[in-house]
C-alpha cells in the first residue's frame, strides 16, 4: 500500500495506468499566465478545440506587466501583445482572469494560495517551474512545459511517470535570523543543483512543523532548485487554518480526508535526507547557480558548486570574506519572498533607517491583496521612509522579461530563486538571500548579516 503523501496523492488520481510506471493523472487545478499559454491556446484553436473544463484553470498576468503605473497601457510591445492575448483567450474559452489592476491580480503562485484556491491532496500544474510552490498545502504541484499547458488545457490529464520519493528531515531550533529562505538555501547547499533530481520531496521534521504556510511555500518554491519535481509538507492545524480562513463551507469529513494523507510513520521514502537545524546561519549564494550558497559570515569557497567561471562572472575571489561587499541594487519580491509576512520582516529592519545613497531598493509585493495590506499597516511608509521604492505586483526583477531589470555589472542582493547568468538582466549579478538579509544590505550599502540589525 501507499505510505506516503506523495503516493496517496498520486493513487487518488489515477485516471489510467498505462504500464507499471507510467499513469495519466488527473489534474485539479490548472494556473496559468501571458508566457507559456499562448502557443498553447494556439494549438488549441488550430484544432477547434475547447478547454475542456474551464473552472478548473485559473489565469493571472504576472510575468511581463510593469510595477509601475499599471493604470496605463503597457508600453513594451511583446508584453503588451502577450497580455492581451491571454485577456483574449481567457474570454473565448470562458476563463476567470485575474488581469492587470483586478483586486486578485499577483503573481501566479501567490494568488493561488491567499484565495483559496490551492487547497490540500490536490494535483496542480502551470507552466511555470515553481509551481512547486503549491506543495506547501500538502498537494503534488509542479511546473509544466506549452505542449503539457495544451494537453491539460484539452482533457485535463497528463500522462506521467511515477516520480521517486525523498523524505528531507530538518529537526533542531532555528537561530536568529535564520529564515526559511536560509533553510531552503542550506540545503540547496547540501544537494546541489541535481541532488533530488527525479524525486518529489517531502520536507518533514521539527523545523517545517513550526513554520508558518508562508515559510513553507518559500522553502516549496525553492525545492525546484535543488532537481526535484516538486517539493510538499505534510498537512497539519497550521495548514487547516490557512485554508479554512479561505474556503466557504469546509466541513469535518474534508479535513479528516486531507489528514488522511499524510504519510505514515513507517512510510519508505526511495532517499531519506536528514540535516540538522542548529547548523543554519543566515545565506547567501557566491555564484551563479543557487547551490552556491554559504553562511554569510563564511568566506567564499572555491569547491566545485562554485566554478571559477561563476565567480569570475561575480566579480567574486575565493577565499575572500562574502560580508562587506558593496552592492549596486536590492530587490525583494517574486514567487519566494514577497508576501506579507516577507514585507514585515524587511520592514522590521528598514524602520527608522535609511538605505545607502550609492543603493537602488525596489519592494515588490506579490499581489494587490498584499500591497493593500502592507499599506493598511503602514508599510510602504516605512520602506518610502528609509528611500525603498513600494511598488505594484508583478513578477518584476525576478526575471528580464519586464521593465524591472538590473543593469550590466550591477550587483543585485535578491530575494528571488535564481542566480544564472542573465536572471535579471543581461550582465546583471545576483546575490540570493532573505528579505531580513537584502534589507539590511539596503541598509549599509554592502552584504550584511542581518544579525547586526536583530
Not at 499599471?70 to 488581469?99: A, D, M, Y
Not at 492545524?237 to 486531507?258: A, G, P
Amino acid at each position: 500500500m501507499a505510505n506516503t503523501i506523495i503516493d496517496k496523492i498520486w493513487d487518488k488520481h489515477i485516471v489510467k495506468q498505462v504500464t507499471d510506471e507510467v499513469d495519466v493523472i488527473y489534474i485539479d487545478t490548472h494556473y496559468i499566465h501571458e508566457v507559456t499559454s499562448p502557443q498553447a491556446f494556439a494549438g488549441l484553436n488550430a484544432r477547434g478545440l475547447k478547454v475542456y473544463r474551464p473552472q478548473n484553470t485559473i489565469a493571472t498576468a504576472d510575468h511581463n506587466i510593469p510595477t509601475v503605473d499599471q493604470h496605463l497601457p503597457i508600453e513594451n510591445g511583446l508584453s503588451r501583445n502577450q497580455v492581451s492575448t491571454l485577456e483574449k483567450n481567457c474570454k473565448e474559452h470562458g476563463i476567470e482572469l485575474f488581469g492587470m489592476g483586478h483586486e486578485k491580480n499577483g503573481i501566479v503562485h501567490v494568488i493561488g494560495p491567499e484565495n483559496g484556491f490551492t487547497q490540500p491532496g490536490m494535483t496542480i500544474v502551470c507552466g511555470d517551474s515553481h509551481t512547486s510552490t503549491h506543495g506547501a498545502f500538502g498537494a503534488i504541484a509542479f511546473g509544466i512545459g506549452t505542449s503539457q499547458v495544451e494537453h491539460v488545457l484539452t482533457t485535463q490529464c497528463l500522462l506521467l511517470s511515477r516520480p521517486k520519493t525523498m523524505n528531507i528531515v530538518v529537526n533542531g531550533s532555528l537561530g536568529k535570523g535564520v529564515t526559511a529562505k536560509d533553510v531552503a538555501l542550506y540545503i540547496i547547499s547540501k544537494l546541489g543543483t541535481e541532488g533530488a533530481t527525479g524525486h518529489f520531496v517531502e520536507f518533514s521534521g521539527d523545523v517545517f512543523s513550526s513554520f508558518t504556510m508562508e515559510e513553507r511555500m518559500t522553502v516549496c518554491n525553492m525545492s525546484i532548485e535543488m532537481g526535484a519535481k516538486g517539493g510538499l509538507v505534510g498537512i497539519d492545524v497550521t495548514t487547516l487554518q490557512y485554508v479554512s480562513d479561505r474556503v466557504k463551507n469546509l466541513t469535518i469529513e474534508k479535513t479528516v480526508e486531507w489528514l488522511n494523507l499524510n504519510s505514515k510513520e513507517d512510510a519508505i521514502f526511495d532517499q531519506v535526507i536528514t540535516l540538522d537545524g542548529t547548523e543554519i546561519n543566515p545565506m547567501v549564494t557566491t555564484g551563479t547557480s543557487p547551490d552556491t550558497g554559504i553562511h554569510i559570515d563564511s568566506r567564499i569557497d572555491s569547491s566545485t558548486r562554485n566554478s571559477k567561471k561563476g565567480l569570475d562572472y561575480m566579480g567574486m575571489q575565493s577565499s575572500e570574506m562574502i560580508a562587506g561587499k558593496k552592492i549596486d541594487y536590492v530587490f525583494i519580491g517574486s514567487c519566494t519572498n514577497s508576501r506579507i509576512e516577507d514585507l514585515r520582516d524587511a520592514a522590521k529592519i528598514a524602520k527608522n533607517r535609511k538605505k545607502a545613497d550609492h543603493v537602488s531598493v525596489w519592494v515588490v509585493p506579490g499581489s494587490n491583496k498584499i500591497k493593500h495590506q502592507a499599506i493598511a499597516e503602514g508599510l510602504d511608509t516605512i520602506f518610502k521612509d528609509a528611500g525603498f521604492e513600494f511598488r505594484e505586483p508583478g513578477c518584476s526583477a525576478c526575471l528580464a522579461m519586464n521593465d524591472d531589470k538590473i543593469p550590466s555589472g550591477a550587483l543585485c542582493v535578491s530575494t528571488s530563486n535564481r542566480n544564472f547568468e542573465g536572471r535579471q538582466g543581461d550582465g546583471a549579478r545576483t546575490i540570493l538571500a532573505s528579505p531580513i538579509t537584502a534589507a539590511a544590505s539596503a541598509i549599509t550599502g554592502e552584504i550584511t548579516d542581518p544579525r547586526t540589525f536583530l
